[in-house]
T-cell receptor, first 111, second 112 residues
Framework: LAKTTQPISMDSYEGQEVNITCSHNNIATNDYITWYQQFPSQGPRFIIQGYKTKVTNEVASLFIPADRKSSTLSLPRVSLSDTAVYYCLVGDPAGFQKLVFGTGTRLLVSP | NAGVTQTPKFRVLKTGQSMTLLCAQDMNHEYMYWYRQDPGMGLRLIHYSVGEGTTAKGEVPDGYNVSRLKKQNFLLGLESAAPSQTSVYFC???????????FGQGTRLTVV
């Protein structure tokens, strides 16, 4: 049973807002939700993390509904350089102390 | 402050050869991880460590061994390399389970 489910790919144009939703029905009470970005031939890079409601930093916003069974990463006014794979992670429901990545969402931003 | 450094960056092995990949971090992190990433795929966790002297299996541990003798280093060993182990290997470290993980630049390994 997958811990997170994301769309495989998304397309957008420069200047648009992009929202990527992640489903995590089995999220545990103590789990945080974390998003990473990965460019080709590079290791993933942390974007944002949250537990509930809304979190915003200089790069993105993270929206988490009250039931925490899903979350949405929002990228305002994307540019070509935002083309990357975006991963949603949650704490392992079994309590194991590790980071487990899913398949991610491949975002393509076009001019 | 170098962050997470992986050695080597590239390596070609013959089937049956052994090698060790080194991951070093200078952030005093407790947690360290080894992942592999195959073309077009997400990262899969091989082994991880929650502190010096500890190691644990991840999703795909078969064919690999690890050691964490010093807090700052996490070694990944391949005792008898197989073509199926051709992949890009990433090391990461974090302060704890729920905090930001920092990744190395990756090691591209080809087994022929």
């Amino acid at each position: 049973l997958a811990k997170t489910t994301q769309p495989i790919s998304m397309d957008s144009y420069e200047g648009q807002e992009v929202n990527i939703t992640c489903s995590h029905n089995n999220i545990a009470t103590n789990d945080y939700i974390t998003w990473y970005q990965q460019f080709p031939s590079q290791g993933p890079r942390f974007i944002i993390q949250g537990y509930k409601t809304k979190v915003t930093n200089e790069v993105a916003s993270l929206f988490i509904p009250a039931d925490r069974k899903s979350s949405t990463l929002s990228l305002p006014r994307v540019s070509l350089s935002d083309t990357a794979v975006y991963y949603c992670l949650v704490g392992d429901p079994a309590g194991f102390q590790k980071l487990v990545f899913g398949t991610g969402t491949r975002l393509l931003v076009s001019p | 402050n170098a962050g997470v450094t992986q050695t080597p960056k590239f390596r070609v092995l013959k089937t049956g050869q052994s090698m060790t990949l080194l991951c070093a971090q200078d952030m005093n992190h407790e947690y360290m991880y080894w992942y592999r990433q195959d073309p077009g795929m997400g990262l899969r966790l091989i082994h991880y460590s929650v502190g010096e002297g500890t190691t644990a299996k991840g999703e795909v541990p078969d064919g690999y061994n690890v050691s964490r003798l010093k807090k700052q280093n996490f070694l990944l060993g391949l005792e008898s390399a197989a073509p199926s182990q051709t992949s890009v290997y990433f090391c990461a470290s974090s302060l704890d389970r729920d905090t930001e993980a920092f990744f190395g630049q990756g090691t591209r390994l080809t087994v022929v």
